[in-house]
């Protein structure tokens, strides 16, 4: 079992930047692919990207490619996303989530993930 923290979130102005970051508990972090998810009030969580127990694979939702970024220090245990040219619509509470059931792979399901962080917030003002 993992446990999940995320700090980083906060209130910015359009076109800023923010890095998260998600620390997580255990000493087998490595073997856990992580994901990232937002949601939004009045909305559902939506995937936003995932990175693969190694790193060498990422995937990000279409609405953030080229302006996110994870990456993951598995000697810290932690996995961070980086958010640039930040957009109001990026306005949502953040969670990073852990799988090790699927080979390690970036997954963008969220009911694939069974361990979630609390969730941080993120408020982009225009």
């Known amino acids: 079992q993992v446990q999940l923290v995320e700090s980083g979130g906060g209130l910015v102005q359009a076109g800023g930047s923010l890095r998260l970051s998600c620390a997580a508990s255990?000493?087998?972090?490595?073997?856990?692919?992580m994901g990232w998810f937002r949601q939004a009030p009045g909305k559902e969580r939506e995937f936003v990207g995932a990175?693969?127990?190694?790193?060498?694979?990422?995937n990000y939702a279409d609405s953030v490619k080229g302006r996110f970024s994870i990456s993951r220090d598995n000697a810290r245990n932690t996995v961070y996303l980086q958010m640039n040219s930040l957009k109001p619509e990026d306005t949502a509470v953040y969670y990073c989530?852990?799988?090790?059931?699927?080979?390690?792979?970036?997954?963008?399901?969220?009911?694939?993930?069974?361990?979630w962080g609390q969730g941080t917030q993120v408020t982009v003002s225009s």
């Open positions: 990175i693969s127990s190694s790193g060498g694979r990422i």
């Open positions: 989530a852990a799988d090790r059931n699927h080979f390690g792979l970036p997954l963008v399901a969220a009911n694939q993930y069974p361990y």
């Open positions: 255990g000493r087998t972090f490595s073997g856990y692919a």
